[in-house]
């Protein structure tokens, strides 16, 4: 309509989406805007009720006489075999994804020497392998069946976290999952050159979810102190900044603009958006971070020395 409207990168309408966690929080939301936006959609957890409970919200947002589809499965995707199993009966149901979106996964903070190797292991298994067994289903899928010339492109869209770039005491049994997870989205978005399917990798910072609540329970008040200057955001708000940025065809979308910030602390060698744009950033927050980086280490010597910890030495 507008000349100068550039095209939507992320056509949703009419198409198959698989969202993983689309049962609560931002999982939940994405399946919502997508639903809004035409999409037939299936959304993936393990508790039965949560996802009847969920779909009925979903299937609410449908276009009127769209005729949309919409499923719920349920499956462990910890597990490869469960995840093979409910991607077999998505086929079944309505053929190969077009679109596959990661958001299951949950954080249990702690203080490292405080916390299980039961609960460090399966940090690991509920972000890291869940993610990484949904990509490798979703890609085998839709590498094994090509798309009709002309057709939109297919997409595969991970959810880290801005801890993937940066420390914060009491999240390493869950940040160094996040760290690997955007590794993985960084290495498969060059592999899939060579199939024509694009990857992504969201990376939100704190989002007011029944996760995050459960969280907050078992959450150090060091971390709490040391995540301060973030103030949050709803599902919602995440779920409409991805999908907008995914719509303009950005690659690794941030939500927010300390996950902006934060995202210019670690580019590696990551794709870039706007080279201009992330370049001022980077140089930008290579000089703030030496004073938040120190500010968030003398947090943590302060917070020793209040609560008895004998190795905090002074500043
Ligand atoms: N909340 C936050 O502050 C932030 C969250 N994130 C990330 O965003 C994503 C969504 O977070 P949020 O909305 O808070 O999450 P919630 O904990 O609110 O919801 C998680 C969803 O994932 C599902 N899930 C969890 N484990 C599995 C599993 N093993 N197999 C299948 N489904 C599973 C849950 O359903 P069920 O339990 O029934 O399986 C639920 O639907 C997560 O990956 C999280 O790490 C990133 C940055 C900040
Ligand atoms: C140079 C810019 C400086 C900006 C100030 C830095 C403030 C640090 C904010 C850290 C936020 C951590 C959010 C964790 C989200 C998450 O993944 C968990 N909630 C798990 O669910």
């Known amino acids: 309509m507008f000349p100068f409207t550039r095209k939507n990168q992320f056509p949703v309408k009419g198409r198959l989406v698989v969202i993983t966690g689309g049962s609560q929080g931002m999982g939940l939301e994405v399946a919502k805007v997508l639903a809004r936006k035409g999409a037939n959609v299936v959304i993936v957890a393990r508790g039965v009720e949560k996802l009847e409970k969920a779909m009925k919200e979903v299937e609410a947002e449908a276009v009127e006489g769209s005729g949309q589809k919409f499923k719920w499965c349920s499956g462990d995707l910890s597990v490869a075999g469960e995840v093979e199993r409910v991607f077999a009966e998505v086929v079944e149901w309505g053929g190969v994804p077009d679109i596959v979106w990661t958001c299951a996964g949950a954080a249990h903070p702690g203080l490292f020497t405080e916390i299980t190797s ?149 580019w590696g060698g990551s794709r870039r958006g706007n080279v201009v744009v992330d370049t001022v950033w980077i140089w930008i927050v290579a000089v703030v971070w030496l004073i938040v980086g120190w500010d968030m280490e003398r947090t943590v010597r302060r917070w020793g020395r209040e609560n008895g910890y004998a190795g905090s030495k002074k500043d």
């Not at 002309?150 to 999240?171: C, D």
């Not at 078992?218 to 102190?225: A, E, F, G, I, W």
């Not at 690659?251 to 995202?263: I, K, Q, Y």
């Open 118 to 266: 039961e609960i460090l292991e399966s940090q690991m298994r509920t972000n890291y392998f869940s993610a990484m067994h949904t990509a490798h289903s979703a890609l085998r899928l839709m590498t094994s069946s090509p798309l009709p010339a002309g057709a939109p492109q297919r997409h595969l869209v991970f959810t880290a976290s801005v801890l993937a770039f940066i420390p914060l005491a009491g999240y390493n049994p869950y940040t160094p999952a996040k760290a690997a997870l955007r590794a993985l989205a960084d290495g498969l978005r060059q592999e899939c050159l060579l199939y024509g399917i694009d990857v992504h990798c969201c990376f939100p910072a704190t989002i007011y979810t029944p996760g995050y609540e459960f969280e907050q329970s078992v959450k150090p008040s060091l971390t709490k102190k040391l995540e301060e200057g973030d103030s949050g955001q709803t599902p919602v708000e995440v779920a409409r900044v991805c999908v907008g940025k995914l719509e303009k065809g950005q690659s690794n979308v941030t939500t927010s603009l300390v996950g902006e910030a934060l995202r210019a602390t670690a």
